[in-house]
């Protein structure tokens, strides 16, 4: 029986801490930790009457390794689950390598600040050697490889659903559907509405940083970069219907195309409807996506965190979220000396989520499998000294915890590519 530390109470970790509660065979004690330990409570009373996993909360601050090594060492996890933000990612991995415990994120790191010097010097280098212009990528949290390795502890990077599920489709497809993999298309298709004019469905700040960067896809071992949003498909999801989807970088490349080196071409699609889209063109043209910090009447405001206020908090969205997401790849490869394709997907309704947990479906079609990789961590199902992405493992067992606590997959061959 495991303990897990579950960093951060927001969108995301309500569901993974309510899946938690659910997976009594896995965890036997679970601390919920964040800056306010009034919303840690909160879940705490809310779950613990349905659960024997024994539920107690701890106020820390994620920027701080002192106080993150003095809650591990009290609590004494079996695993960490970093579900706050991912500036915090390189802390908190620093904390768990020091307490000589496990480590699961589901977004790789990426800095608060992107004009800091040693950082961004950092950034230059990448961009000019690797080709690839986002503010986020895994050198920094792959550079800790050793840390872990020298410890006998395991950092799994990315157990989110892209990256996460997405990376584990991948494994999955290969070890039985395809000899060799060619080309990969990872669509994530919202198809909810809240009935807000804009609103985010995760971490605002987060979300507007990832879209409204350039996108690029992976080509025949180069990155080629495009203008953001300027690669437009529509695709026929099933269960969904048509939607305009944009292509855009994503993470799991990065980590997908260095594992599976025989992968010829990798992209990422996300679906935007019109209306997101010009409200972000136009927050971005007067400078509120900017993170840059300005004065405002004596006090230094980041555009980005002062929009984050003024729009819903993803967290309130479940109850006026109806619809599905659908979110998958679509592989074409070589089977037995013949051509094949397959799409593996998942289809999550935005009310079913709420009537289950009280979240729409992008915060739980993360949560489930943060705490299933929390578990296959926690449970040794997963062994290794060292940082992992979700693709170095064997995908079934996660796959079968998938159908168990509520993301069944489906398995479809012949399916539309995308051109
Ligand atoms: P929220 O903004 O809802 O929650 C963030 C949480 O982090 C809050 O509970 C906040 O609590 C906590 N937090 C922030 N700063 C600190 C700090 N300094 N110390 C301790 N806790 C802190 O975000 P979401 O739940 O929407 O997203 C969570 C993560 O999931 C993000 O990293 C996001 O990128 C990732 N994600 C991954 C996806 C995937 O498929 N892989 C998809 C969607 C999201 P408090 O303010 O009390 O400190």
Not at 172 to 198: E, Q, R
Request: aromatic share 12%; charged share 20%.
């Amino acid at each position: 029986m495991s303990k897990v530390l579950v960093i951060g109470c927001g969108g995301v970790a309500s569901v993974a801490i309510a899946k938690i509660c659910q997976c009594s065979e896995v965890f036997s004690e679970m601390c919920i930790a964040s800056r306010t330990i009034a919303k840690c409570n909160e879940m705490k009373a809310k779950w613990q009457p349905t659960t024997s996993v024994k539920i107690s909360t701890a106020k820390v601050d994620a920027t701080s390794k002192d106080q993150l090594v003095a809650l591990i060492n009290s609590f004494k996890p079996d695993v960490v689950l970093h579900l706050g933000l991912p500036y915090h990612d390189l802390v908190i991995m620093d904390a768990c390598v020091e307490c000589k415990v496990n480590y699961v994120d589901t977004a790789s790191y990426e800095p608060e600040d992107i004009d800091e010097p040693v950082w961004r010097a950092k950034y230059e280098k990448r961009v000019k050697e690797k080709g690839f212009v986002a503010y986020f990528d895994y050198s920094d949290q792959w550079e800790r490889n050793d840390a872990f390795k020298n410890i006998g502890k395991m950092a799994l990077l990315g157990g989110g659903f892209d990256p996460g599920v997405t990376n584990v489709f991948i494994a999955y497809a290969k070890k039985h559907y395809f000899d060799t993999i060619d080309y990969v298309d990872i669509l994530d298709c919202n198809g909810g509405d809240h009935g807000y004019p804009f609103a985010t469905n995760f971490n605002p700040e987060i979300n507007l940083r990832e879209v409204s960067a350039p996108g690029d896809y992976y080509e025949n071992g180069k990155w080629v970069g495009v203008p953001a949003m300027s690669v437009k498909r529509v695709y026929n999801f099933p269960e969904v219907g048509e939607k305009d989807m944009y292509l855009l970088h994503h993470e799991e490349i990065e980590s997908l195309t260095t594992n599976f080196p025989e992968i010829k071409r990798m992209r990422f699609f996300m679906t935007f409807g019109q209306s997101y889209l010009t409200h972000m063109k136009c927050l971005e043209n007067v400078g509120m996506l900017s993170t840059i910090p300005i004065d405002f009447e004596g006090h230094k405001i980041v555009p980005i965190q002062f929009l984050k206020a003024l729009l819903p908090d993803p967290s309130t969205l479940g109850p006026r979220t109806v619809g599905k997401t659908n979110i998958g790849c679509i592989f074409t490869g070589v089977k037995d000396g013949k051509k094949r394709t397959l799409y593996i997907y998942n289809v999550c309704d935005h009310q079913e989520c709420y009537k289950e947990v009280g979240s729409q479906a992008i915060s739980y079609t993360t949560g489930v499998p943060a705490m299933i990789s929390a578990a296959m961590v926690a449970t040794g199902t997963w062994k290794g000294n060292g940082v992992f992405n979700l693709e170095n493992f064997d995908p079934d067992p996660f796959m079968d915890m998938l159908n168990k606590y509520g993301l069944p997959w489906n398995v479809q061959e012949n399916p539309v590519l995308v051109d």
